[in-house]
């Protein structure tokens, strides 16, 4: 089992950048293919961006490529979510997701797929 704790939101401006972070306990981190979701009021979960275990292979929502990049670093069992150019769309509590523990190297971009979640970290981005 992995218990996940994001941290980073905030409020920005728009075209400003944000770095979430989210802590993951437990000592198998990197047997754990990992996502980010979001949520904006009034609308459904959605998609963002996902990785491997691995940290090879790395998959966008179309919305957000090119603008955001996650990441993950094994040894400090840490997954991030580096957001640039932010835009008041972009305003949505965000959510880190695991799925595992397996020996598989893919990305899940179905929310279904992921099986631990954390609490969720509020980005509200200004116009």
């Known amino acids: 089992q992995v218990q996940l704790v994001e941290s980073g939101g905030g409020l920005v401006q728009a075209g400003g950048s944000l770095r979430l972070s989210c802590a993951a306990s437990g000592r198998t981190f990197s047997r754990y293919a990992m996502g980010w979701f979001r949520q904006a009021p009034g609308k459904e979960r959605e998609f963002v961006a996902a990785?491997?275990?691995?940290?090879?292979?790395?998959y966008y929502a179309d919305s957000v490529k090119g603008l955001f990049t996650i990441s993950r670093d094994n040894a400090k069992n840490t997954l991030y979510l580096q957001m640039n150019s932010l835009q008041p769309e972009d305003t949505a509590v965000y959510y880190c997701a695991a799925d595992g523990p397996t020996y598989s190297d893919y990305v899940f971009i179905i929310g279904n797929d992921y099986d631990y979640w954390g609490q969720g970290t509020q980005v509200t981005v200004s116009s």
């Open positions: 990785v491997t275990r691995s940290g090879g292979d790395t």
